[in-house]
């Protein structure tokens, strides 16, 4: 049995997980509004984060492993269960971060025979 699990984020959710994210690791995060958000797929998946303060804007640039790691830590603080031992990898499905998790899928299926004595 495989297993295909996807979550599919708001743009508000992903904002928070960033903030949340850089908040906890002390990391640098321009003051201000964030007015836009758009994602760019090539090799991977990057996202621009547009701040507003007084007038002023500044693109913060988050690359995918730091998207991905703010998108897995926002699941964990809010408790939606995760299988650990599972591959994990981002996409961007109708203008949405879409978190893709899949279970089994590297595993040889098993041969079970029935009815042997």
């Given amino acids: ?5 996807c979550i599919v984020f708001t743009d508000r959710e992903v904002v928070s997980a960033i903030t949340e994210r850089r908040r906890k690791l002390n990391d ?7 007015t836009n ?40 603080s809010r408790n939606v269960p995760l299988p650990v031992v599972a591959d994990k990898a981002l996409y961007v499905i109708k203008g949405r971060a879409t ?7 590297k595993k040889p299926a098993r041969l079970v025979v029935l009815g042997v004595e």
């Fill in 99 to 105: 978190l893709m998790i899949t279970m089994n899928f």
């Fill in 1 to 5: 049995m495989k297993e295909l699990r």
């Fill in 28 to 34: 640098a995060f321009p003051e201000g509004d964030v």
């Fill in 37 to 76: 958000l758009e994602y760019t797929v090539n090799r991977g998946v990057t996202a621009r984060l547009s701040v507003t303060l007084n007038g002023a804007a500044n693109d913060v640039a988050i690359p995918e492993q730091e998207l991905q790691a703010a998108l897995v830590g926002y699941c964990m």
